[in-house]
């Protein structure tokens, strides 16, 4: 069939005649129109292939502007059949972009040769339009910004610029680039990327390359540019017309760059990661995998790790099933093996990946191997719960268990006992040798106790020199005896230090549950009274708790309490004890002693505070006080009396192991001006014992002119080869001795292998205790010089011994 044609025609005949020559020429003429709004009406109906058009037509719509509206709107080809062809008339005619313009009156050929070319012409604009239409499509589809920009053909820049939607989304719509300019476009380009693109677009023919650019919402990104170079006049930049496309790789890039990221995370991470497929195959490992497990890429890829890599039986998953629905991820700890078949705790995270249809297509498994986190808790907690010197248990560890244990004894009806016990001399050891040697002692104390339990018994070091034994269901209670004796041997066995040997002993207080507590504290708090009271029953024993021993202890704490306050308030006092000649009985010296007049005990007796006062270390107060009181206050009597007095002073031995003791005795002398030859300082053969470098001590003190008497002599273990050593001036014998005197045969023994001691070693020697008429008759026989004790007067307050000074109470010696 031919052409389909549509003729706007006013005049009627003319019409006819025209549709009978175009139907001549095989076309079919589907409508006549007389007016103008007729004709863009029909024309959108019908759609012809062709619209003959009048200019002059019936009402208001001419020719010119019908057919500019049909072209607007349904882009159909119009050829103008007119007799006018005046200029006004064409520019009109132009505005609708016409396929020919024929002059009346025409020829038949003329017509038919303009209706073939405006059919031809319009067929292959078709052709274009769908093609452009289809690139237009690809364009948008894919996000491509299309440019060109051309110059003028006087080779001046004209910056017409075509952009695609996409184009100006990114780099701002043409019409703010032609006003900005095309250096605008350019400057959007990154710094260093720009002079290769200047430089590609004056030299080269085709570009392609990938540049960063600054977007107009000034996001920075990445475009990739394909741009063709067209010469245009001159040969530069300016005079090129240029067809570019640019497509945002921003996103791309990023993606790239978190591909690349991953894949190193993926190579380098300490994680091992497992790539699985959907039946859980293997697909890819990381050189962490294969670091962790020992198994290589290539022995497990294919392979279900269910089968070889958790510790579990045969038929689980290698996590809880994460493909169930809701489970898109898991972690927790599974044991794992290693190639080797060596077994560690992992931690490890499960993840699935699913399509766009929601089914998995993987199983991401990241594991590590957190044997390292758990020694770590392990010993964190090894940490909380064990002493970090002897590796027994502490004080937490003691609470724990007796936490745990004591309700599951009162539950079972068993007996359970801690034995509370606390090193003798200790603090001595460690003041004078040193805080490591002390250490060292007490790590070997601690073996020996550990190796001397049971498996099913507890050792704690609560702290210092303290220890804590707990033993749990205890059958008979002599059981604990039997085991505090093993211990206290096993303490007592002297510890081969660098370069000294030592000994100390233990107090050990035992309670059993429940029979003497029924709480953890309580049961700590009875043991502790007993250890006290095994330590004031004369130490290296243990004692049973019993109710009486809460009472004394609570006595200790109010003396130790009291004993702050009583150096402060001045509660204490010196008591002067006369000291006699034993041929005439004439006073030759005092022997000073502490008293305290406490508010609610009243006069307190050294014996019940003098411990107390060295286990709490405030014997160093105490007896710095005792020494020059009683210095300051002799001093005065030997200013005041003719009498050539001497003074002795008891020293205990935590003061004697102060490091600043000789020091102290020096500046108290000096203090006070007492005469050094005059001060008599008393020491106990155990003080001397204890402590490893008196020699040198009682030399210092030698040096500084005073005397030395060893008290309370026959009750310690002094060897006459320490004795012959020591710059000794005096030994006292021990009231114990002299109590039974001259009846008991073992006493007079022991007083004459005494006194037989001084006199071969050359020592005075002075008698304590003497109560009665004969002992002073033996013991002046056996040739101890001096004597003290109730048969020549009791310890006198200051005021009694100044009256017996002024001679009011000389009679009283005799
Ligand atoms: N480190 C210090 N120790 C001190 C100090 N003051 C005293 N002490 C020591 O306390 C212990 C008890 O002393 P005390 O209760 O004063 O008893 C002394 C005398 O009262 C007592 N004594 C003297 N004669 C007799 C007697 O005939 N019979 C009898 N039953 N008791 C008597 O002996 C104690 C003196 O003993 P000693 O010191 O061994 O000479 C005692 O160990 C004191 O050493 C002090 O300031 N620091």
């Known amino acids: 069939m031919g052409a389909r044609i549509m003729v706007v025609e006013d005049e009627r005949i003319v019409a006819l005649d025209l549709k009978g020559g175009l139907e001549s020429l095989g076309y079919d ?105 289809r690139l237009r499509l690809a364009v948008n589809a894919a996000s491509l910004g299309v440019w060109e920009w051309s110059s003028s053909a006087d080779g001046q820049p004209s910056d017409g610029y ?99 990221q991953a894949n190193v995370v993926f190579e380098s991470t300490a994680e091992g990661i497992l790539i699985a497929d959907a039946q859980r195959r293997i697909i890819s490992v990381n050189p962490a995998f294969t670091a962790l497990t020992g198994y290589p890429a290539e022995e497990v890829l294919g392979q279900d790790p269910d089968k070889f890599l958790p510790t579990r039986r045969e038929g689980d998953h290698f996590n809880p099933e994460p493909d169930e629905p809701g489970n898109a991820y898991w972690q ?24 766009e249809l929601g089914k998995i297509t993987h199983f991401v498994m990241t594991f590590s191997d957190i044997s390292g986190i758990r020694k770590a808790e392990a010993q964190i907690n090894h940490m909380a719960y064990h002493d970090a010197l002897t590796g027994l248990g502490n004080r937490h560890r003691l609470d724990e268990l007796l936490d745990m244990e004591l309700p599951r004894h009162q539950a079972e009806g068993l007996r359970l006992a801690i034995i509370f016990m606390d090193l003798d001399g200790f603090k001595t050891i460690n003041d004078t040798l040193g805080h490591t040697s002390g250490d060292l002692l007490l790590q070997v104390i601690a073996g020996r106790i550990h190796d001397g339990l049971r498996r099913s018994d507890y050792a704690i070091r609560i702290g210092g020199d303290e220890f804590v034994v707990v033993i749990p269901d205890v059958k008979r209670v002599e059981d604990c005896a039997l085991l505090a004796e093993k211990l206290l041997k096993q303490i007592r066995t002297p510890v081969e230090l660098p370069h000294e040997r ?45 109710p009486d021993m809460a009472a004394r202890t609570r006595e200790r704490m109010l003396i130790e309490q009291g004993l702050v306050r009583a150096l402060e308030d001045n509660s204490l006092t010196v008591y002067y004890q006369p000291v006699v000649d034993m041929a005439d009985g004439s006073l030759v010296g005092m022997e000073a002693l502490v008293r305290w007049q406490h508010p609610e005990l009243g006069l307190v007796p050294p014996d019940r505070f003098i411990g107390v006062a060295e286990e709490s270390g405030l014997i160093d107060g105490i007896g710095a006080w005792v020494m020059r009181t009683a210095c300051t206050q002799a001093m005065i009597w030997l200013a005041k009396y003719p009498i050539e007095l001497r003074l002795a002073v008891n020293v205990s031995v935590r003061e004697m192991a102060a490091d600043n003791f000789v020091d102290r005795i020096s500046h108290t002398l000096q203090e006070t001006g007492f005469p050094p030859q005059n001060l008599e300082i008393e020491l106990t053969e155990s003080t001397l014992q204890s402590i490893e470098h008196s020699q040198g001590l009682l030399y210092q003190l030698k040096a500084l002119g005073v005397s030395i008497a060893i008290d309370d002599f026959g009750t310690g273990f002094s060897s006459l080869g320490l004795l012959k050593h020591l710059p000794i001036d005096r030994i006292k014998i021990d009231r114990s001795f002299v109590r039974d005197l001259p009846a008991d045969s073992n006493d007079i023994a022991i007083a004459r292998a005494i006194a037989a001691i001084a006199s071969s070693l050359g020592l005075q020697m002075t008698a304590e205790g003497v109560e009665e008429k004969a002992q002073q008759q033996f013991l002046h026989e056996l040739g101890c010089q001096n004597a003290q004790g109730y048969l020549f007067s009791r310890p006198l307050a200051r005021e009694e011994f100044e009256q017996l000074l002024s001679g009011d109470k000389q009679n009283a010696l005799h």
């Not at 059949?81 to 050929?109: H, M, Q």
């Not at 063709?228 to 996103?251: A, F, H, L, S, W």
């Not at 049961?523 to 004692?543: H, L, V």
Request: charged share 30%; with cysteine; glycine share 6%.
């Open 162 to 260: 075509e952009l695609s939607p996409a184009m100006e989304r990114l780099v701002g719509d043409a019409a703010q680039i032609s006003r900005e300019g095309r250096e605008s476009l350019l400057q959007r380009i990154h710094p260093a990327d720009r002079p290769a693109i200047l430089e590609a677009l004056q030299t080269q023919s085709s570009i392609l390359a990938s540049v960063r650019m600054r977007f107009q919402d000034e996001r920075e990104g990445s475009v990739e540019l394909h741009a063709r170079v067209y010469p245009q006049g001159g040969g530069d930049t300016e005079n090129k017309r240029v067809i570019g496309v640019i497509r945002d790789i921003t996103e791309k890039r990023a993606f790239e760059d978190q591909l690349r």
């Open 332 to 355: 927790g700890e599974l044991a794992c093996r290693r190639s080797d078949g060596e077994v560690f705790p992992s931690w490890q995270h499960v993840c699935v990946v699913r399509n």
């Open 502 to 546: 030592v000994s100390v002993s233990a107090s050990m207080g035992i309670a059993i549950f429940p029979d003497n507590a029924r709480t953890r504290q309580e049961m700590i708090k009875s043991a502790d009274s007993a250890m006290y009271e095994a330590k004031s029953r004369g130490r290296n024993r243990y004692a049973f708790y019993s």
């Open 29 to 133: 003429v589907v409508g006549i129109s007389a007016r103008g709004a007729d004709a863009v009406e029909r024309a959108g109906s019908l759609r012809p292939d062709l619209i003959l058009m009048d200019i002059n037509l019936e009402g208001p719509m001419d020719g010119t502007e019908a057919a500019r509206l049909i072209r607007e709107d349904y882009r159909l080809p119009i050829v103008f059949l007119t007799a006018y062809a005046t200029e006004k008339t064409l520019e009109r005619a132009e505005a609708s972009i016409p396929y020919g313009y024929l002059l009346k009156p025409f020829e038949l050929r003329e017509l038919a040769a303009t209706v073939r070319m405006a059919l031809a012409r319009h067929k292959v604009e078709l052709k274009v339009e769908r093609s452009e239409e």
